[in-house]
């Protein structure tokens, strides 16, 4: 098993830029590929970017192309998400960060096993 908090959240205004972390303990070994995720309120839970356990490979969803990075550093059991240009109210949400034991590129949440609590992101205009 693995714990996963993330942090980093806020309110921030358009244009501006955040990085959120992901903090994982516990069972950390273990090659997870990791995941972000974001839901808005009244929506469904959407993939925003995730990225193999080595780092070298990642993948984002269209919305996050060209704004978001992902990264990793295993040494610290640390995920992170660098988000710029953030738009009002599309990047309003509450941002999960997740793992999973499976290999490939995974962008639905049934992929997952394991999810933290989230952390808010606001988006002012």
């Known amino acids: 098993q693995v714990q996963l908090v993330e942090s980093g959240g806020g309110l921030v205004q358009a244009g501006d830029s955040l990085r959120l972390s992901c903090a994982a303990s516990?069972?950390?070994?273990?090659?997870?590929?990791m995941g972000w995720f974001r839901q808005a309120p009244g929506k469904e839970r959407e993939f925003v970017a995730g990225?193999?356990?080595?780092?070298?490979?990642?993948?984002y969803a269209n919305s996050a192309k060209g704004r978001f990075t992902v990264s990793r550093d295993n040494a610290k059991n640390t995920l992170y998400l660098q988000m710029n240009s953030l738009k009002p109210p599309e990047d309003t949400a509450v941002y999960y960060c997740?793992?999973?034991?499976?290999?490939?590129?995974?962008?639905?949440?049934?992929?997952?096993?394991?999810w933290g609590q989230g952390t808010q992101v606001t988006v002012s205009s």
């Open positions: 516990g069972r950390t070994s273990s090659r997870y590929t």
């Open positions: 997740a793992a999973t034991l499976r290999l490939g590129i995974l962008t639905r949440e049934y992929e997952y096993n394991y």
């Open positions: 990225i193999g356990w080595s780092g070298g490979d990642t993948y």
